[in-house]
């Protein structure tokens, strides 16, 4: 029973380097999302999926992009890193409903930016 | 401008007792609330949540209250067992919108 899985779980990037983040989802869920959580705030959304081919930016889009190619994928890019993006990272999904959605989040990547 | 807002950064209390866990928004539209309990080193998980077409929602320990008029939510915790120390956000989204906006947390914990 996967859920929401995130690679790398650990990263250190030094200045001006590039990498992505990998999420894949089990649950055939339509919604994907990308947060980020600095030290001692909220989640912050990043960018979101409604489906495969579509995303839209959140709060906090500078300096990410992001693609959904598939229901199951949705991996988040960072270019030229900053020493600002250092952050805990967590994708999620979630099947939005009438009645509102549940969002499922994978278990975080942890990345340093020097 | 923060739209669901936690003013309280953390709380403490005594196993056995009740926590109380409060959340406050601004915005109208919003319809649907959940709390989310979230461990160090792990992802947040879904813990409860409220439709605005209620004003009480109860599952086990755990109960939601929720005030339309004064937009706040508050989350009961009874009996509070160390276990249940961790970060609780608050989030709220609107009808059919995918999205929802978290609340910067608070940290409870509740000592043996």
């Known amino acids: 029973n996967a859920g929401v899985t995130q690679t790398p779980k650990f990263r250190i990037l030094k200045i001006g380097q590039s990498m992505t983040l990998q999420c894949t989802q089990d649950?055939?869920?339509?919604?994907m999302y990308w947060y980020r959580q600095d030290p001692g705030m909220g989640l912050k959304l990043i960018y979101y999926?409604?489906?495969?081919?579509?995303?839209d930016k959140g709060e906090v889009p500078n300096g990410y992009n992001v693609s959904r190619s598939t229901t199951e994928d949705f991996p988040l890019r960072l270019e030229l890193a900053a020493p600002s993006q250092t952050s805990v990272y967590f994708c999620?999904?979630?099947?939005?409903?009438?009645?509102?959605?549940?969002?499922?989040f994978g278990e975080g990547s942890w990345l340093t930016v020097v | 401008d923060q739209q669901v807002k936690q003013n309280s950064p953390s709380l403490s209390v005594q196993e056995g007792r009740i926590s109380i866990l409060n959340c406050d928004y601004t915005?109208?539209?919003?319809?649907?609330f959940l709390w989310y309990k979230k461990y160090p080193a792990e992802g947040p998980t879904f813990l409860i949540s409220?439709?605005?077409?209620?004003d009480k929602n109860e599952d086990g320990r755990f109960t939601v209250f929720l005030n339309k008029s004064a937009k706040h939510l508050s989350l009961h915790i009874v009996p509070s067992q160390p276990g249940d120390s961790a970060v609780y956000f608050c989030?709220?989204?609107?009808?059919?919108?995918?999205?929802?906006?978290f609340g910067d947390g608070t940290t409870l914990t509740v000592k043996p």
């Open positions: 409220i439709s605005s077409i209620k």
């Open positions: 915005n109208s539209m919003f319809d649907y």
């Open positions: 999620a999904s979630s099947y939005t409903r009438s009645s509102g959605n549940t969002i499922y």
């Open positions: 989030a709220a989204s609107e009808a059919n919108a995918g999205k929802s906006t």
């Open positions: 649950m055939n869920h339509n919604y």
């Open positions: 999926s409604v489906g495969a081919g579509i995303t």
